[in-house]
């Protein structure tokens, strides 16, 4: 056999090895998101077994009936929850993006006192874990007499949020060449328009990545959130997930029906932006 | 009628003085060029007339108007920077289109005149494509047509030839030249390429350190540079400059070597007397390859070896050795000569130069 085809069936058996590395990858990744599915299908006793029954056996939607049939005949209130964590999550996401848009292109593009110190501090605060501040929050609303609320809930995650904003997007900011905005204002904008018409534009994916990670935060906390809310009033989905335990029991189908409901219109956001988040598209701007 | 006065204009930052109060008059329709090496203040100059920069102290008037406190959109000038600065997200029609569409000028009238300026460019063919789909030189001429779409009073250049390559560089250099016999408008080019310099502008300004050094035209800053260092910077390859003392009507070098002084400094001189003697490459040639235009009395033939060559095939520059360095002088119709052969060079006194050691300034006056 010849070096060449020594070199090809080499080549052929790493390409191999390379995809069978990346399906077992995926399938890491991917299988507690399927077995969540399979187990909302599936009988308790099913989900329990031992050992593990991997094909379904008795498959059927009744979790997710039960889960809308309201309260008293095996569901929870989860149009309320539903709402809430919509109402909280983009309330709370639309502020931090804005003020995450202002801080970060103050950092990316003035000079000012004290600037990398501010910057420092912000990314220290998220050295602190949220559960730390659980306690001190509870207090602090309680005697505010804003707990259980929207309110409570957006205050909350807009200062979660809005430290890893402001980062993520003075990146953004920063790959805007300055010269672009200082073009637009020879060519007749103001301050205010040379931002909307170009460096916005430019750094719109930056800004929308943010919009998802804070989205997704929000959407998805639970330490904080089954701390400050009480009631239907403000509960969010995953607070409402224990809803399916009980003093004895845990309904594990149930849970995992609502773990699914969650998922859905994350996934969903996730999946309509992600294609907006168009990198290099500053390309070609300056230079050859 | 858009003439540019920069009057006693001081930039700082903080207490760091950049531009030390310049004096500069732009006449309209002037093409001049702002050159110098980097850090001269040169770009700071041009960021200022173009009100990207605040003015610490001084005035600029375009049009005998201050705009010292004017946003650069009121100023009505163009710039094409360095880096092109096309907006990405935008096809050249619409780059090219965007300072009409800002002002809020009608479709037809944005469409008619982003033709008129492809045309002129010829970018008619690209109008629907992205900057990031165009060469270098593509895009240079996409930002020059936004700076053309404007109409201005006045175009600012921020080097704009320093992302191109050579031969790309001499083409847009023509079409600078072509456009403003066209447009007619006051052009002032910032370059650290004083070839650039002096084959574009009517008038050539040459900055260092903050301050003028001197301002005239390409003839008059390579002919009789005020000071030795517009004398060093203006030509390639540079002007041979060394210093030396004056002894007895001879120029004596450290190495004891001498020249005789040219006729035109030696009334100007006392015996003692410290000087920087420059002569251009162009006035030392090996006797018979060069032109000589000054008088007999100013032709100083001497015997010295050569160092090494660099044949360019129209002419050759023959480094040699003198005073411990090596001088360039030029050969024209050239033969070719041996590393260490002595030859025999005419120098051409009556086009050296004499400066002042200490002052740098110039003794022809």
């Known amino acids: 056999m010849d070096t060449n085809t020594l070199h090809r069936i080499k080549k052929r058996l790493l390409s191999v090895a390379h995809i069978l590395g990346l399906f077992i990858a995926m399938l890491i990744i991917c299988l507690p998101g399927l077995w969540i599915v399979l187990s909302s299908l599936r009988p308790t006793v099913e989900i329990m077994a031992k050992p593990a029954i991997w094909i379904p056996q008795d498959v059927s939607l009744d979790a997710y009936r039960a889960m809308f049939s309201g309260v008293g005949s095996g569901g929870i209130p989860v149009w309320n929850y539903f709402r809430n964590s919509l109402v909280i999550s983009v309330t709370s996401t639309i502020i931090a993006v804005a003020i995450g848009m202002s801080g970060g292109y103050a950092f990316a593009r003035y000079r000012f006192r004290a600037k990398s110190a501010i910057f420092l501090g912000f990314m220290l605060t998220r050295a602190v874990p ?124 149930g849970m995992c029906a609502l773990a699914v409901v969650m998922i859905v219109p994350a996934l969903t956001l996730t999946f309509i932006i992600q294609k907006h988040l168009v990198g290099g598209l500053t390309f070609g701007a300056v230079k050859g | 009628m858009a003439p540019v006065t920069l009057r006693k204009l001081v930039k700082r930052y903080g207490t760091h003085e950049v531009v030390h109060g310049i004096d500069l008059e732009v006449k309209d329709r002037e093409f001049i060029a702002l050159v110098g090496p980097s850090g001269c203040g040169k770009s700071t100059t041009l960021r200022m007339i173009a009100g990207l920069e605040d003015i610490s102290d001084g005035v600029i008037e375009i049009g005998g108007q201050p705009v010292n406190d004017l946003p650069p959109r009121s100023r009505n000038i163009s710039m094409v920077f360095q880096s092109y600065a096309l907006y990405p997200h935008m096809t050249v029609g619409e780059n090219m289109g965007f300072s009409l569409k800002i002002a809020g000028k009608g479709q037809d ?236 060079l005419s120098f051409d006194l009556s086009r050296a130069h004499l400066f002042h050691s200490g002052t740098g300034q110039t003794l022809r006056d």
């Open chain 1, 130 to 253: 949220g559960i730390a501040l659980s306690l001190p929050l509870f207090m602090l609303f309680a005697r505010t007499g804003i707990i259980d609320t929207h309110f409570a809930m957006i205050l909350t995650y807009v200062a979660l949020n809005v430290p890893f904003t402001i980062w993520l997007i003075d990146g953004f900011f920063r790959q805007v060449p300055k010269d672009l905005a200082e073009a637009a204002q020879i060519d007749g904008c103001t301050r205010w328009q040379a931002f909307w018409q170009v460096e916005f534009p430019l750094a719109g994916p930056g800004i929308a990545s943010a919009g998802i990670f804070a989205f997704l935060t929000s959407w998805n906390e639970y330490a904080l959130a089954s701390q400050i809310t009480r009631s239907i009033n403000s509960k969010t989905l995953p607070v409402g997930l224990l809803d399916y335990t009980s003093e004895f029991t845990i309904d594990w189908r």
């Open chain 2, 109 to 344: 009238e944005i469409r008619a005149r982003v033709a008129e300026a492809a045309a002129i460019l010829d970018l008619a063919p690209y109008l629907e494509r992205r900057p990031s789909q165009l060469s270098g030189g593509q895009r240079q001429r996409v930002a020059m047509g936004r700076a053309i779409v404007r109409n201005p009073d006045v175009f600012l250049f921020d080097e704009p030839l320093s992302n191109l390559d050579a031969k790309l560089r001499t083409q847009v250099r023509t079409e600078i030249k072509k456009l403003h016999a066209r447009v007619q408008s006051t052009m002032i080019y910032v370059t650290h390429d004083q070839v650039e310099a002096m084959t574009l502008s009517d008038r050539i300004v040459i900055m260092r350190d903050g301050y003028i050094e001197q301002v005239g035209t390409p003839e008059d800053v390579f002919q009789l540079p005020r000071t030795k260092f517009v004398a060093g910077f203006i030509g390639s390859p540079p002007m041979n400059l060394d210093d030396a003392t004056v002894d007895e009507g001879k120029l004596v070098f450290e190495s004891g070597q001498s020249l005789p002084i040219p006729t035109q400094f030696r009334s100007k001189l006392h015996a003692g007397q410290k000087v920087t003697f420059g002569i251009r490459p162009d006035d030392i040639y090996p006797t018979g390859h060069g032109i000589h235009a000054g008088t007999a009395e100013n032709l100083y033939e001497v015997e010295l070896p050569v160092a090494i060559t660099e044949p360019l095939g129209n002419e050759t520059l023959v480094f040699i050795k003198f005073n411990g360095k090596e001088w360039i002088s030029r050969m024209l119709n050239p033969r070719k000569l041996e590393t260490g052969e002595m030859v025999r």
